[in-house]
């Protein structure tokens, strides 16, 4: 529970938290105020949800925040990317884990626009990184500024599509 | 690679071929060509349970140099395709293809409307001699696949046909 807090203190000093809230009217007319978070940090049933802390950002956090997970032990599990095409946006997902006595598992996401999707790289500070960035770049399209060979990782050499877009044909 | 009735070479033998052909059947060399699941089908094959080694096909050589026959066991991805028709290309004559698996004959459970990755089975590209169905095939359907080519070869099959049904498991050649 220890790690969980003073991961959860650590990277909300690194993420500002910004809600937004909505006001709606229930059945009797009276207005409630919904508060949804667009960016921070938050603790998460992980029986639900699979990790501990779910961490919303933006692409300037990227970097400080995989330094941060670096010092403390953490390394990452996966990048992936998520194609939310209704929103026009993309997500990258990052899943950093720890696992000792006290376990905590952390997923990052990060909005990004869908045309010319970019994001810095974190494969200077975690290798690992390095080929779920091309994979992730094979399948969405997604630029990691910075990443020192883009090239296909798993579609052959000369594939100019990506395939887990949502819009995309074969 | 040629049937009893085509003649496969310039010089002909004669009985010498068939007899050429037999010692050809009984020792093929398989070359380690797993690519996916059925892999393991096929080490469990060459394991002491199943035992190709009586057949006369333990010896998986990792050079195509040294094969006769080339088991595609498993998904033939876009990616990999060249590097198969390479190898298939090293290796000397005369040579045999066995397609293992539902992938390698047909795509298998990757053949679908938006299949972007998977070649639709070995034969788009390979000459294939003996089809193996299976997702993954049992090691004794792998042994009947080699019995199979065997039988291409030599035009006999070594073990009669066992029917199954008949009381006992009458055994009819």
Known sequence: MARIESTEQLLAQIVAREVTVSETKDKEGEVKKTETLVQGVSTVDYAKAGVNLDVLASTEHVVPIAEAMAENGFFVEAVTGVDWIKDDQMEVIYDYNRMDKEPCRVAVRVRIARSAPAIPTISSIHPGANWHERETHDFFGIKFQGHPDLSPILLPEDADFHPLLKDFKP | ?173
């Open chain 2, 1 to 173: 690679m040629g049937t009893e009735k085509i003649p496969s070479s310039i010089v002909q033998f004669g009985v010498l071929d068939q007899v050429l052909n037999l010692a050809r059947a009984n020792s093929l060399w398989p070359m380690t060509f797993g690519l996916a699941c059925c892999a393991i089908e096929m080490m469990s094959a060459g394991g002491s349970r199943f035992d190709l080694a009586r057949f006369g096909a333990e010896v998986f050589r990792p050079s195509p140099r040294q094969c006769d026959v080339m088991i595609v066991a498993g998904t033939i991805t876009h990616k990999m395709a060249p590097a198969v028709k390479t190898l298939y290309d090293q290796m000397s004559e005369p040579k045999w293809v066995i397609a293992m698996g539902n992938c390698a004959i047909s795509g298998g459970p990757f053949k679908f409307e938006g299949n972007y990755s998977v070649v639709e089975g070995a034969d788009q590209f390979l000459p294939v001699d003996v089809y193996i169905p299976g997702c993954p095939p049992r090691p004794e359907a792998l042994i009947e696949g080699l019995l199979t080519l065997e039988e291409k070869i030599t035009g006999k099959r070594r073990w009669p046909r066992r029917d199954a049904g008949k009381q006992g498991g009458a055994v009819h050649g």
